[in-house]
């Protein structure tokens, strides 16, 4: 598969292979299991959610726990956890790049967790775009928050992760979508740690 961008090639690549291995256990999937009974405590009638960057699914099977009737979607594209997602047979799972994905109907939650932060900032626009229109309520960004753009060197690579304020400029964007609520996981949290994320729960 061809992508036009370094960002897509490398999660495609071995790197996204060996990204599987290290985020995968039953105290991530404890925490996750947490953080987003947080989230979703302030939602309402959430039936269908689909995942921007899903990996092989721990917040999609930690969402599945506290919402076991929904319908799931996962956008993924690294092939070998596209296919390790498809077989926990959870999910409706497209094997894609976000930039080549064209949202074909609405979802009522569409979440990006830890993952907007590895698209080239030239393409956030376009991100942005597909996010809110695969929504028909509530987008969830769960992202490294930082006031103003900036770069930070990823496990020894250069122009592969981007902290600023993802959902300042999502709000900016589109008029007709409110804040709902926002937070903070903590990786010194006792018990339930993130890797110091920053979410935001918008309504349209």
């Known amino acids: 598969m061809a992508f036009r961008t370094e960002q897509e090639d490398f999660w495609a690549g071995t790197f996204g292979d060996e990204y599987i291995a290290r985020n995968q256990?039953?105290?991530?999937?404890?925490?996750?299991?947490?953080?987003?009974?947080?989230?979703?405590?302030?939602?309402?009638?959430?039936k269908s959610i689909i995942e921007f960057g899903s990996n092989i699914g721990m917040n999609?099977?930690?969402?599945?726990?506290?919402?076991?009737?929904?319908?799931?979607a996962a956008i993924e594209i690294n092939e070998k956890a596209a296919?390790?997602?498809?077989e926990l047979g959870i999910a409706d799972v497209h094997n894609t790049s976000i930039l080549?994905?064209?949202?074909d109907r609405k979802y009522d939650f569409v979440l990006s967790k830890g993952v907007l932060i590895h698209i080239n900032p030239d393409d956030l626009d376009a991100v942005y775009s597909?996010?809110?229109?695969?929504s028909s309520r509530y987008i969830c960004i769960?992202?490294?928050?930082?006031?103003?753009?900036t770069e930070v060197n990823y496990r020894g690579h250069s122009g592969r992760?981007?902290?600023r304020d993802f959902a300042g400029e999502f709000l900016e964007k589109y008029p007709d979508v409110e804040l709902v609520d926002y937070g903070f996981a903590y990786h010194k949290d006792n018990n339930f740690h993130q890797d110091d994320i920053n979410w935001f729960l918008l309504r349209k």
């Not at 296919?83 to 498809?86: K, T």
């Not at 597909?130 to 695969?134: L, Q, R």
């Open 25 to 46: 256990s039953e105290k991530y999937l404890a925490s996750n299991i947490y953080f987003f009974s947080k989230v979703l405590q302030h939602t309402v009638s959430v």
């Open 60 to 72: 999609l099977i930690a969402i599945k726990k506290l919402l076991p009737d929904a319908d799931l």
């Open 130 to 134: 597909k996010m809110y229109e695969s």
């Open 142 to 149: 769960a992202e490294y928050y930082n006031p103003s753009p």
């Open 83 to 86: 296919g390790q997602l498809r």
């Open 100 to 103: 080549d994905y064209t949202p």
């Open 161 to 163: 992760l981007f902290k």
